[in-house]
């Protein structure tokens, strides 16, 4: 999907974070808060991207947003068909797919933000970069997960300062305010795309769960503070370069981060870095350490749902795993692009 005709403003503006070597007053506010947690590469992607904010965020009017297509980032259900590139981030299809699953409600009870994007063969993806749904009984040395795992450092919108994001509407109200000051034609995909993103933000919460859409580095920081406490690990997917759809071996050094409890911000689309922050109880969180087929090497972050009594019963993950709901522990990695964040 391509955010095409980036308002000057925001262009300027990413110019100069881009530009900025000392210590950025976002990083400055992430260190006051939150003095012993180190950023995961997730965060540094999206505050100083580098070579990805020169592709991506400047160039206003470049029909392909700096010549890079946008990250498709969504955590919700949703299909496509062999008539839409979902990797190519097309637009998405919130229907069942064929075979295997056909007919399939795709109600995620409980489990907003985990969608799935082929149920084809043996590959269960989960948005690019691909992540599987599994038991959490499969967390073991030898386990063998077919699955990709992109990178895509330079697919990623950057974070705006607070005080520039609080002058910015994020209300489905006030969608033609915010189209014309960043130059995004109404009615068109990036338009349509924007205001799922504040739909969803606007959307009400699940049982148990506290959530907050962060517009600014420093209000996702806030929202995890308030969550969990300033005592916090933060951890993301991190590989050693772009993947391929491949077996992936787990190794030896599985961690079990500490408690039951977690939140995970996940990356929406949107022409700046906006966050689906969500704090879950009755959740376990792991690093993984895997090597692929051909070589690469990867730790993926992944999130395993203790407790999924409430979860429609045609979710997606329980079809795919073949359980009941509250039967077993339901677990899934997640990608680059999101943080999982655990009390120390």
């Known amino acids: 999907m391509a955010f095409s005709h980036l308002s000057a403003f925001l262009a300027v503006l990413c110019m100069y974070v881009m530009t ?43 029909t392909d947003y700096g010549n890079t297509k946008y990250s498709i980032s969504r955590q919700r259900p949703a299909i496509t068909d062999g008539n839409t590139d979902y990797g190519g981030n097309k637009k998405y299809i919130d229907r069942a797919p064929a075979d295997p699953l056909k ?135 991190v590989a050693d370069r772009d993947g391929k759809i491949q077996n992936f071996v787990i190794q030896k050094g599985v961690e079990n981060l500490s408690g039951d409890e977690a939140a995970v911000c996940h990356k929406e689309n949107y022409p700046y870095a906006v966050f689906f922050c969500h704090a879950l109880k009755g959740t376990r969180s792991y690093l993984v350490p895997l090597a692929g087929a051909d070589g690469m090497k990867a730790v993926a972050a992944a999130v395993c749902h203790v407790d999924t009594s409430s979860w429609n019963p045609e979710h997606v993950a329980l079809r795919v795993l073949n359980v009941k709901p509250g039967a077993v522990p339901v677990c899934h990695f997640l990608p680059e692009y999101d943080v999982v964040w655990t009390r120390k």
């Open 103 to 237: 007919g399939l409600k795709l109600v995620a009870a409980g489990n907003k933000k985990y969608g799935n994007s082929d149920y084809g063969g043996q590959t269960i993806a989960v948005n690019p970069p691909t992540a599987l749904y599994f038991l959490e009984s499969d967390l073991r040395p030898g386990k063998v997960m077919k699955m990709e795992i992109n990178r895509r450092e330079n697919e990623v919108s950057g974070f705006i300062p607070r005080r520039v994001a609080e002058t910015m509407s994020f209300a489905s109200d006030k969608m033609k305010e915010v189209f014309s000051k960043l130059g995004i034609r109404p009615g068109s995909e990036s338009a349509e795309m924007m205001a799922d993103t504040v739909r969803e933000c606007e959307g009400a919460a699940n049982a148990g769960e506290v959530k907050q859409c962060a517009t600014s580095l420093e209000s996702m920081v806030d929202f995890v503070a308030t969550a969990l406490g300033k005592k916090v690990r933060a951890v993301s997917t």
């Open 20 to 62: 900025v070597d000392a210590a950025l007053p976002s990083e400055e506010y992430w260190n006051s808060v939150l003095p012993a947690t180190p950023m995961p590469r997730a965060i540094t992607n999206a505050l100083r991207p580098g070579q990805g904010m020169t592709q991506v965020m400047i160039a206003a009017g470049n």
